[in-house]
């Protein structure tokens, strides 16, 4: 066993639940250690029961493949529910599959649409493939959309999603403040991202800042790091270090892993 792995194995056992995850994931696939099944969900077990979002998951995925235990969709399902709450979006996609197809749950295709959106707001690609194949033959769209010109605020950035995934990004930004106006943070949080980003409206880091606040002060995880990130590069507020760590500890809190690389990348750097 090289020491890579007798480190990770220490650590785990120490009760570092990034650790115990990754660990898990070895034993699965077989990294720089002996495929071992059953090690895999037991060191899963340990850091999902400790709250880690990414390994109610990979619990979840055991349950409905199988691995290290007898499938079992129904006890899956819960594993998916507890990650999805926390706004892990794999989770939140196989619990969109799950309530599509009726694994482990009963079907309910409007749930299903509300988790795939939920994933998809996340960059989870299977969630916006799924969002726009069953708008494309349930009729699902005309419905969503009726509601959003009548100002269900849900539906207005549904449809600005639909938008967003076709690249059509100025119409999607029309959609997502009609919601970000009434205060939909997710909405907030994508219209700043394209004020950001300068794909569909003149470039505007100030902007940009403004709208990952809104979305950021209600506790949107990826809002928060959007604003960290901000922070770090000087991107429409002074350059920052120590209000972005405050920022991306906030979303790593909440299990954005992203945001966690980035406070590791910092003190590895001395910048906190």
């Not at 197809?101 to 795939?116: F, P, Q, R, S, T």
């Not at 969503?144 to 950035?157: E, L, P, Y």
């Not at 604003?227 to 760590?245: E, K, L």
């Not at 299990?255 to 966690?260: I, K, S, V, Y």
Request: aromatic share 12%; glycine share 10%; with cysteine.
């Amino acid at each position: 066993m090289d020491e890579k792995v007798k480190k990770l194995i220490e650590r785990a056992k120490q009760g570092d639940v990034n650790a115990q995850q990754e660990l898990g994931m070895s034993y699965l696939y077989g990294w720089d250690i002996p495929i071992d099944k059953d090690e895999a969900l037991l060191w899963f077990l340990k850091a999902a029961n400790q709250g880690n979002a990414e390994a109610q998951y990979s619990v979840g995925i055991c349950y409905m493949s199988g691995n290290g235990v007898t499938k079992d969709c129904t006890e899956a399902v819960k594993w998916f529910e507890r990650a999805a709450e926390q706004g892990e979006p794999k989770a939140q996609f196989k619990l969109g599959y799950c309530y599509e197809h009726g694994n482990g749950v009963g079907v309910d295709l409007d749930k299903a649409i509300d988790l795939y959106f939920m994933a998809a707001s996340r960059g989870n690609f299977w969630a916006i493939s799924r969002i726009k194949s069953l708008y494309c033959f349930s009729g699902e769209f005309d419905i969503r959309a009726s509601k959003a010109f009548k100002g269900d605020v849900k539906s207005q950035f549904e449809i600005g999603m639909l938008y967003h995934q076709g690249g059509q990004m100025k119409e999607a930004a029309r959609w997502y403040r009609m919601a970000a106006e009434k205060g939909y943070a997710e909405a907030q949080s994508n219209l700043g991202f394209i004020y950001g980003s300068g794909d569909g409206l003149p470039q505007d880091y100030d902007e940009a800042v403004k709208w990952y606040r809104k979305a950021a002060d209600q506790g949107l995880a990826i809002a928060q790091y959007n604003i960290a990130a901000s922070y770090a590069n000087g991107n429409g507020v002074p350059r920052d270090y120590a209000a972005a760590a405050r920022w991306f500890s906030m979303a790593a809190e909440q299990g954005d892993e992203a945001a966690q690389k980035e406070l590791n990348n910092m003190r590895e750097h001395g910048l906190i």
